[in-house]
């Protein structure tokens, strides 16, 4: 996806993948310093650990408490922090790390492109409480979501969760639990579904999808899984996660190349690789 949309801007760049561990990420991130990369993305579990070893955050990384991409830049002639893209083949005399978080803008724009869900006044049932899910519980309260309610395996990573979105004051009526009656979306932010013998992501003895008009499992690969057949079988109208790892990864494109990322070629891309079509 990254070196499709790298090739289509014409950068003489290339995506690679490193495999850190968490008590590495430090030095990971200072080596990726010292070799002038443009920048990184970062994956679970480093999101969080990340936010404590970057020079500066962005407000998007401040607001969801996450860093998933990070941009070095450099200090040029007038004291000011420019992208190391900016500085060709010379070297700055110091280099700063940025935090950013691509991740929230990513979920609401998939579920409004993908599912023509609009998030104000909704009902919504969001299952895991973790990384991707504490991130998405915080941005669909703060797009106005009449009511969120929230599910995890560990009933107090859902509880703090819940504290969170209050303490930030935002006007959304927040619980723990299932919800009674229908709701206008259901999320699925476990991993439950990744292999074919995972049970549901949800306790059917407390909820049904036949109560959601529409699923959204984060899970892209399969490109099906059990939860989204059972809820297609029901009536719901179901898409998987491709679009909000579209949307980050072009977001992080933009955030290291100042240019508009070619979605639709990054797209092609992603589902060629995943899906091989």
Same mark, same amino acid.
């Not at 057949?229 to 980050?248: D, E, I, P």
């Given at each position: ?12 760049? &290339? ?5 850190? &561990? ?19 993305? +970062? ?34 002639? /007038?004291?000011?922090?420019?992208? +190391? ?17 691509? %991740? ?5 724009? /998939?579920? &409004? ?30 797009? $106005? ?57 949800? %306790? ?8 959601? +008009?529409?699923?959204? %499992? ?22 998987? $996660? ?24 990054? &797209? ?10």
């Amino acid at each position: 996806m990254q070196n499709a949309g790298i090739a289509e801007l014409g950068l003489n760049w &290339r995506y690679i993948a490193y495999e850190v &561990r968490p008590e590495d990420l430090k030095a990971a991130i200072a080596g990726a310093k010292a070799m002038r990369f443009v920048g990184v993305n +970062l994956t679970v579990p480093h999101k969080l650990l990340a936010l404590d070893m970057v020079d500066a955050l962005d407000e998007s990384a401040r607001t969801w408490g996450a860093v998933n991409t990070i941009r070095f830049e450099g200090r040029d002639g /007038s004291n000011a922090w420019q992208p +190391l893209r900016e500085f060709g083949d010379t070297t700055p005399d110091k280099i700063r790390t940025v935090g950013f978080n691509t %991740d929230a803008d990513a979920i609401t724009r /998939s579920l &409004r492109e993908d599912l023509n869900i609009e998030m104000r006044g909704a009902r919504v049932l969001l299952v895991g409480a973790g990384g991707a899910g504490r991130v998405a519980a915080l941005k669909l309260a703060a797009e $106005g979501v009449a009511e969120l309610f929230l599910v995890n395996r560990t009933h107090s990573k859902a509880a703090t969760v819940a504290a969170e979105i209050r303490q930030r004051n935002l006007k959304v009526k927040v619980q723990t639990g299932y919800p009674r009656g229908e709701v206008d979306l259901f999320i699925n932010a476990t991993s439950l579904g990744l292999g074919e013998a995972d049970p549901l992501p949800f %306790d059917d003895k407390q909820f049904s999808v036949r109560q959601a +008009l529409a699923t959204y %499992d984060m899970i892209y690969r399969p490109a099906e899984t059990a939860l989204m057949k059972l809820a297609k079988a029901g009536g719901s109208r179901t898409v998987n $996660g491709l679009g909000m790892l579209l949307y980050q990864g072009a977001k992080a494109l933009e955030i290291w190349t100042g240019k508009s990322a070619p979605i639709e070629t990054m &797209r092609a891309a992603l589902v060629k690789n995943i899906y091989g079509k």
